[in-house]
């Protein structure tokens, strides 16, 4: 797994059936080098049975869908 960003610390996913969600862990910090905070992840798994993705937010609740075959 890879990602890159000031501010970033990691990603945590889970493969539930056909539904990948993705959850971000960082700080909200940004730096000189990164100011906009942006940030790249690179998962190497197995992902051909999946149909949707999503982004798993702070609370458990916020759940939002950004990619559906």
Known sequence: ??????????????????????????????????????FRISIEDDFSEVNQVFIKGEQEADLVEIWSR
């Open 1 to 38: 797994m890879l990602y890159s960003a000031s501010g970033f610390s990691h990603v945590k996913y889970e493969l539930d059936n056909d539904q990948l969600v993705i959850e971000l862990k960082y700080n909200r910090l940004t730096s000189k080098e990164n100011p906009t905070g942006d």
